[in-house]
């Protein structure tokens, strides 16, 4: 299996993303024009990750994500159920505590993370209410989620231009800088097929996060939602 379909089966999903694992982070800092480094910034920002905290990241492939919220001296996880993910991560950090796990049937105990955060992981998970529902259970009273995903630019003429790149200029890209080019195809759709802003919002709410609110960036072809749980 080379590229996942949108039923987004978990074993076809993994499988892409462990033919990609060697070279992902070159492909996304190429495809993105190198605005996922901006956007992994204000992800940064938005965790607010501090010394001793526990930081559970979810989807963090090889490491790439997780790596800011280590430097501020917390204690982070990388956490991802692509095992071709997380041997790239492993080799190259092998100081991290990388764990094999479901976001749907997270390995964790509840109430154990002051904040839990996944960026461009949710839209590959087949059922991310269940998702947004471990999260909550496995954060502390009081901690937060941060969720970094691709969503739909608020100006009508950007997201006809955006759309047309997604489908005809980013396959030939990944022609040529990707192990396996097909994923991106697939890649392009889910996030054509994703829920807008206010949508996404909702399911956080509905799956208990309180004080919901998100930030578009690059006019909002990525968007950071941020959640809270009750004390």
Known sequence: MTRASLNKQPHEVASMFDDVAERYDLTNDVLSLGQDRVWRKEVAKAVDARPAQKILDLAAGT????LPFARTGAYVVPCDFSLGMLKVGKKNHSWLPFTAGDATKLPFRDDVFDAVT?????????????ALREMYRVTKPGGRVVICEFSHP?????RTVYTEYLMRALPPVARAVSSNPDAYVYLAESIRAWPDQPALAGHLQKAG????????LTGGVVALHRGFKQS
Do not use: E
């Open 209 to 216: 996060w309180t004080k919901v609110a998100w930030r578009d």
């Open 118 to 130: 996944i960026s461009f992981g949710l839209r590959n998970v087949q059922d991310y209410d269940s």
């Open 154 to 158: 608020t100006w009508a003429p950007f």
């Open 63 to 66: 490491a790439t994500s997780s």
